[in-house]
């Protein structure tokens, strides 16, 4: 299993912008999906968004919370996926994990993914 090591969270106040990062240890080409997950204190993890590498071309889908302030990308000569933040809110507080799999399944369902990061904190204050 590839090993995944996030960055870039932090404290900022609503509506400014972070930048995740999260670098892999082995070649990420063969992932069939490379995704974002968030935890916030007493709720159970959720999906924030993903990369689907389809045979043709990758496919990115978010959380409808999310869509139009969250960018997901990956760049496989960096084996980095990232996630840039823009216009966070005090709801987007939380524990934000990088995830990936090679099993082909369902890229929204945690249960798909077989490796993950340790998380970094990002803190949106009013």
């Known amino acids: 299993q590839v090993q995944l090591v996030e960055s870039g969270g932090g404290s900022v106040q609503a509506g400014g912008s972070l930048r995740l990062s999260c670098a892999a240890s082995d070649d990420i080409a063969s992932t069939y999906c490379m995704g974002w997950f968030r935890q916030a204190p007493g709720k159970e993890r959720e999906w924030v968004a993903n990369?689907?590498?389809?045979?043709?071309?990758?496919?990115?889908y978010y959380a409808d919370s999310v869509k139009g302030r969250f960018t997901i990308s990956l760049d496989n000569g960096k084996r980095a996926l990232f996630l840039q933040m823009n216009t966070l809110k005090p709801e987007d507080t939380a524990r934000y994990y990088c995830?990936?799999?090679?099993?082909?399944?369902?890229?929204?369902?945690?249960?798909?993914?077989?490796?993950w990061g340790q998380g970094t904190q990002v803190t949106v204050s009013a």
């Open positions: 995830a990936a799999t090679t099993t082909r399944d369902s890229c929204a369902r945690e249960s798909t993914y077989n490796s």
């Open positions: 990369i689907w590498r389809g045979a043709w071309k990758d496919q990115e």
